[in-house]
């Protein structure tokens, strides 16, 4: 923030003395990038090669022609009416996770929220994708495996120059053993899929029963591998930050909570939400949506310039890299009035129109915007609702909470809480 302030909404710098990079929380040269030019800026090596060598070849890390076709292929088991059927899978986890941390509680008077709503998030989607999968060690070593390779990813965007050393030392080989491994009880568990009979209603359901327009055919093992990986990679530790945050957030408004019981209340008494209460929950929507404006996981994005381009006077020569950063762009004095103010009433519907195009783009823009968008709006609303049933949570650590941005942004020490 202090560059904006400094520089204004967009500057260059160069790496090295070589490359070319622009960081940028122009709305404006955010929308070229990433829709009204897409075509000349593709994703960059972090995406496409080293988070792929591990996490493999799907929706998030491709490109081209192999990305459009699985894109359109996956993309109507993601439209909201077709996520109905995981409202109930999502209520059994979360109700599940609840009566954990209630016993956790029981033992230890202070938990740290982040790694809670780590395991919250990663049992979300593990059971949204294999809902009738459900051996603890099973998940425990894909959970395990998958924040491995997480962790060895972060470690590169952190450390490049260590990059030869890494490979010297033999962790290169590791990671690509913990990533076979993943990927082979991944197979399993497809494998059992094939071998049941009816229908589960879950992501996995989806996967197999899609078919590509042109010859009918659904996607191979591998592929169904590969995708199913990346909405682990692409949808845990997001989820998981961005319902941190808003724990965080909510501790220190009390007055925020109180509006959301009184919805509850009033649109669900003391049923379970179902997928048709969502829309009506609509307070509680506006608190996902401003948490996630304050503190959105996906904090910058990249791409790369394919050849030389212009916006508005800026030069982008080929090659140049350039970093829309999205957590600029949500506290723009400009755009957002007292931006660092926590305040849900500025998502009311009536001032929605009033905003500009990209200035509000948590989960990015254009065409490869977040293909689980609505997926994750529905987990926060089912996770904030469930536990303010049971219980809230009072902040122990506030002068510790420092926001960390790595590949998302998350708090470096937790986020710690009592039970209240
Ligand atoms: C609060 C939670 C989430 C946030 C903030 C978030 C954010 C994002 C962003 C910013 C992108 C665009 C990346 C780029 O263009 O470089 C993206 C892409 C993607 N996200 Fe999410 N995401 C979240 C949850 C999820 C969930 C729950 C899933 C799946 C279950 C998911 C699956 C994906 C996939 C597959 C892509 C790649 C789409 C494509 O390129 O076609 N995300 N996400």
Redesign the pocket.
Known sequence: MEGIAEYGPTYASYLGGAERIIYTADPGLIQYV?QKNQKNFG?SRL?TKVLSRFAGK???TVEGDY?RQQ?RLIQPGFHKEKLSGLVKIMLSVIDEQLDLLEAKFEKQSVVNISEEMMEMAFQI?ARSLFSTHTEAQDLRDLSDNITDIQRFVIKQVRQPFKIPWYYLSGQFRSADQTAVHTKKILQEFIDFRRSETGEHHDLLDMLLSARYEDTGEGMTDTQLVDESL??FS??HE??AN?LAWTWYLLAQHPEVITKIKAEINDVLGDRPPGFMDLPNLSYTMQVVQES?RLY???WI??RIALSDDEYEGVKIPKGTMIFPFIYGVHRLPGYWENPDEFNPDRFDKSKMKERPAFSYL???GGP??????N??YM??QLVLIQTLRRMSFQLVNKEDVIPQPLITLRAAKGIKMRKV
């Open positions: 990433l994703k995406q799907g929706l998030l990305w894109r989607v990346i909405f692409a949808g997001t989820s961005a996630l959105p996981p996906a994005m990249d948590p989960f990015g490869r915007m977040c293909i689980g968008v997926f994750a987990e926060m």
